[in-house]
């Protein structure tokens, strides 16, 4: 087990700190916290510039991946591709 | 970008150029999550090429009972299956998953576990909210740098916009470990792209 999970058991009912916060980040985002923990997380966002500006970049990062434009296949990948496509389509 | 609704009923009525805006969105994505299951980027280009093939052959069949892009990646996970069995270097996904360090390096925090000093900022372009310019051309970089479970799954997740339950199907995850590879995965990204941001005291 990790050092800061081993540190999370313990302290479960005290506020949240910052090294906490950062593993949380995702379950968080996906809706996945139980409840309470949910409540522990938004209590130290309100309080912590630190944590409240990590989580705005996580979002800003996840929302620039979404937007990330992928490089095209290579020309002759694309050109057997069609070749293909237009034999399948013409039989 | 066009719908994929209005993609498909081009593709069915046989417009080429429809395809090549298929092949164009997703292909690097194919690319990018077929290496999470063979171990040569050549291994990996032939299971792409075959993925394409079974599509295009698949296309009159598809009854958009999923999505277009979740039914190209499940051709693309099996293909991949199929030739990592195949083949006897092929690594199979799961044993893949070596990771298990923090999200942000121990050394940010105190001894009480808050930021020793305010975090860097990822700097953000002032017009959308999406991060600067300079950052967001490395983002894919980062992206290759990861292991390749975390890289098939932030490709999935964020890259491509798959739900997480059908991300854990392709890819036979648990909830649990795709959250957890998905975590690390941003957290990989972020501190790849820090070197980049100035630091300011």
Same mark, same amino acid.
């Given at each position: 087990m990790r050092r800061w999970q081993i540190w999370r058991r313990k302290h479960a009912h005290d506020p949240l700190v910052c090294q906490e916060f950062v593993e949380l980040v995702t379950d968080y985002l996906e809706g996945a916290l139980p409840e309470e923990e949910r409540v522990r997380f938004e209590a130290h966002l309100a309080e912590c510039d630190g944590c409240s500006g990590y989580l705005e970049d996580m979002r800003r990062l996840i929302g620039s991946l979404h937007e990330a434009p992928e490089p095209p296949p290579d020309p002759a990948t694309r050109e057997a591709l069609l070749r293909a496509f237009r034999e399948l389509r013409d039989t | 970008m066009e719908s994929e609704r209005a993609l498909l009923e081009r593709l069915r009525s046989g417009d080429e150029h429809a395809f090549e805006a298929l092949v164009t969105r997703h292909d690097a994505a194919l690319r990018r999550v077929a290496r999470g299951f063979v171990r040569t980027d050549a291994a990996a280009d032939d299971v792409v090429q075959e993925t394409w093939l079974g599509v295009v052959k698949g296309l009159p069949a598809f @009854? =958009?009972? /999923? /999505?277009l892009r979740t039914w190209i990646f499940r051709i693309l996970v099996n293909t991949a299956r199929t030739r990592a069995t195949r083949d006897a270097r092929s690594l199979p996904f799961s044993s893949l998953e070596s990771d298990t360090g923090p $999200?942000? @390096?121990? $050394? $940010?925090? =105190?001894s009480d576990g808050r930021w020793s000093s305010a975090p860097p900022r990822l700097e953000a372009d002032p017009e959308t909210d999406l991060l600067s310019r300079e950052l967001r051309e490395h983002l894919l970089g980062a992206v290759e740098q990861l292991t390749p479970a975390q890289r098939a799954v932030i490709t999935l997740r964020?890259?491509? =916009?798959?739900p997480a339950v059908e991300v854990c199907e392709l890819l036979d995850l648990t909830d649990a470990n795709q959250r957890v590879l998905l975590h690390r995965a941003r957290a990989r990204v972020r501190a790849a792209l820090l070197p980049l941001v100035e630091v300011s005291e």
């Open positions: - | @009854e =958009g009972r /999923s /999505s $999200a942000v @390096e121990p $050394a $940010a925090f =105190g964020d890259l491509v =916009g798959l």
